[in-house]
């Protein structure tokens, strides 16, 4: 059974840091997506990086771009968001998700860490 649990949401002001931590265990991910999405309030959960566990390859929402990095460390198995420049829109809980790669899909969720970043 997959298992993702994130950690470092917190309190934040306008243009500060926070790094979110997801540690994933159950599987051998190296044929897998993983991704963060977040949820603001009132809003539909949106993506915002992923990255491919064998490959590294990342992908970026345009709105996070430049100013959120997404990393992954294997012998921890273990995925990052670096999230820099923070704005009040950034606000919302965060998911650390994964998907095997031939699913459309993610398919598999953490529980969630609240972000807030106050003006």
């Known amino acids: 059974q997959v298992q993702l649990v994130e950690s470092g949401g917190g309190l934040v002001q306008d243009g500060g840091s926070l790094r979110l931590s997801c540690a994933a265990s159950?599987?051998?991910?190296?044929?897998?997506?993983m991704g963060w999405f977040r949820q603001a309030p009132g809003k539909e959960r949106e993506f915002v990086a992923a990255?491919?566990?064998?490959?590294?390859?990342?992908y970026y929402a345009d709105s996070v771009k430049g100013r959120f990095t997404i990393s992954r460390d294997i012998a921890k198995i273990s995925v990052y968001l670096q999230m820099n420049s923070l704005k009040p829109e950034d606000t919302g809980v965060y998911y650390c998700?994964?998907?095997?790669?031939?699913?459309?899909?993610?398919?598999?969720w953490g529980q969630g860490t609240q972000v807030t970043v106050s003006s």
């Open positions: 998700a994964c998907r095997r790669w031939s699913r459309t899909e993610y398919n598999y």
């Open positions: 990255i491919s566990w064998s490959v590294g390859s990342t």
């Open positions: 159950g599987r051998t991910f190296s044929a897998y997506a």
